[in-house]
């Protein structure tokens, strides 16, 4: 369980820090299949497009989804496209070492519970037990919320299952739950904007309420990447 804060000058600068450290964390383990979590939102994209430049053997590298909109990846809003767009259509990467949560199906409901058999057969194991990625990038929105675990949503309150979904107002998401993120072997939040400030210094606080800021319920070994601007003049 180690927890640390660093302070970036900018997005940029969040960027190419957490670009070193996923490139150093999948060299400490070449050879072996390296199972990375990414996050969507706007500011992972430029790491992605940084990941896009790199020219490396992608063969032991495995990329899942933290959370998805519930819209087809030919859909701006999706995840899954905007990775694919962004990096994974510029490199030679494996389209079977890609794991998409699929959302071809006719509930979020049923798209959630394909992806825990999808998981549960790449991991080989099943629930109670606990899969660790390798690696998990998460974003934290301006109301607190990580991946798809919105505040006051029932979302917050799985931990019997991997995959469950989420709800964004009126709309369907499909989100990992936190203790399956918990158990990853590092976690990289990126934050940037001075917007994050607020739910920063709450989710940061000794005492606070995770039902009201859901990136409170992200424990273990965490490394927050956070800019200047979303900093301020503190967050503790
Ligand atoms: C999503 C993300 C979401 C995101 C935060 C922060 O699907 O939108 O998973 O949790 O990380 O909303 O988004 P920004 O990085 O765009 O501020």
Same mark, same amino acid.
């Given at each position: 369980?180690?927890?640390? =804060?660093?302070?970036?000058?900018? %997005?940029?600068?969040?960027? *190419?820090?957490?670009?070193?450290?996923?490139?150093?964390?999948?060299?400490?383990?070449?050879?072996?299949?390296?199972?990375?979590?990414?996050?969507? *939102?706007?500011?992972?994209?430029?790491?992605?497009? $940084?990941?896009?430049?790199?020219?490396? #053997?992608?063969?032991?590298?495995?990329?899942?989804?933290?959370?998805?909109?519930?819209?087809?990846?030919?859909?701006? +809003?999706?995840?899954? &496209?905007?990775?694919? +767009? $962004?990096?994974?259509?510029?490199?030679?990467?494996?389209?079977?070492?890609?794991?998409?949560? &699929?959302? @071809?199906?006719?509930?979020?409901?049923?798209?959630?519970?394909?992806?825990?058999?999808?998981?549960?057969?790449?991991?080989?194991?099943?629930?109670?037990?606990?899969?660790?990625?390798?690696?998990?990038?998460? *974003?934290? &929105?301006?109301?607190?919320?990580?991946?798809? /675990?919105?505040?006051?949503? @029932?979302? /917050?309150?799985?931990?019997?299952?991997?995959?469950? =979904?989420?709800?964004?107002? #009126?709309?369907?998401?499909?989100?990992?739950?936190?203790?399956?993120?918990?158990?990853?072997?590092?976690?990289?939040? /990126?934050?940037?904007?001075?917007?994050?400030?607020?739910?920063?210094?709450?989710?940061?606080?000794? =005492? *606070?309420?995770?039902?009201?800021?859901?990136? %409170?319920?992200?424990?273990?070994?965490?490394?927050? /990447?956070?800019?200047?601007?979303?900093? &301020?003049?503190?967050?503790?």
């Amino acid at each position: 369980m180690a927890y640390a =804060v660093e302070v970036l000058e900018d %997005r940029a600068g969040i960027v *190419g820090r957490a670009l070193a450290l996923i490139l150093e964390r999948i060299k400490a383990k070449a050879g072996e299949p390296f199972t990375l979590v990414l996050a969507g *939102g706007s500011t992972p994209k430029p790491l992605y497009e $940084a990941l896009a430049q790199e020219s490396l #053997d992608w063969s032991n590298l495995h990329v899942f989804w933290g959370d998805e909109r519930f819209v087809p990846p030919t859909d701006p +809003q999706s995840n899954e &496209g905007m990775v694919r +767009q $962004a990096w994974l259509s510029r490199v030679n990467f494996p389209e079977a070492h890609i794991h998409p949560m &699929g959302t @071809g199906f006719a509930s979020p409901e049923e798209a959630a519970t394909n992806y825990q058999a999808h998981l549960a057969a790449f991991f080989a194991m099943e629930p109670p037990l606990l899969p660790s990625f390798d690696l998990v990038l998460l *974003g934290m &929105g301006d109301d607190g919320h990580t991946a798809s /675990l919105f505040p006051l949503t @029932g979302a /917050l309150t799985v931990t019997d299952r991997w995959v469950t =979904v989420g709800q964004k107002d #009126d709309q369907p998401r499909l989100t990992l739950t936190y203790p399956i993120l918990n158990n990853a072997k590092q976690i990289l939040f /990126l934050v940037s904007g001075s917007n994050k400030n607020q739910a920063l210094r709450a989710v940061h606080a000794p =005492v *606070g309420d995770s039902n009201l800021y859901p990136s %409170r319920l992200i424990q273990g070994n965490v490394l927050w /990447l956070i800019d200047r601007d979303a900093y &301020g003049s503190g967050i503790t």
